[in-house]
């Protein structure tokens, strides 16, 4: 299934309706200010699963990030942080990064890697922001591509139901997407380094 979403002023009403699904258990893949991202909702054990499965990973040797809806909610999430590090965020979010912080108990143990780690992504793009906020949860964040490699097909909504709609439970089009992912920077040490080069440039 396919659903379009205007990023201009997403209908409440095709926001519930995907909130809705997410509550169930449901997988989708939708937009970010990247490439598209396939997700589900943090606490659903079985959707997460689900997800490995169609990235081809397990889930104790993967890193999944996820998406709140702004950094009102890092403390839920992750443990303490520098005043630094806090700053550095709001100077940079919403936009097309990962920041790799610490978690706290409150992360599902399923998302926790060996690391005890937690990637957060506020992406500046409207439809799943607001998704995030109706829904109450953060979403599991990974992008639909397989490694670095980007096709040319994960641009395309259309093209991306095409290939991937019979895995997922929706198709959320929101416009064409990007061809890089975000850049992620890791902050759980004292020095904080970019350990990928994505499609933002960090201001520092």
Known sequence: MIRKIYPENPSPKEILRVTDLLKEGGVII???????????DITKSRAIERIAQIKGVRLEKTQFS???????????FTKPIENSVYKLMKRNLP?????ILEANNNVPKILKSKKKTVGIRIPDNT???EIVRVLGNPILTTSVHSGDVILDYTTDPELIHEEMGHLVDLVIDGGFGRNLPSTVVDCTSPEIRIVREGLG???W
């Open 66 to 76: 996820f998406i709140v809806y702004d950094l009102s909610h890092l403390s839920d």
């Open 201 to 203: 440039i960090l201001e």
């Open 95 to 99: 936009g097309p990064f990962t920041f």
């Open 30 to 40: 939708y937009p970010t200010d990247t490439v598209y991202g396939l997700g589900c």
């Open 127 to 129: 439809i799943i922001r």
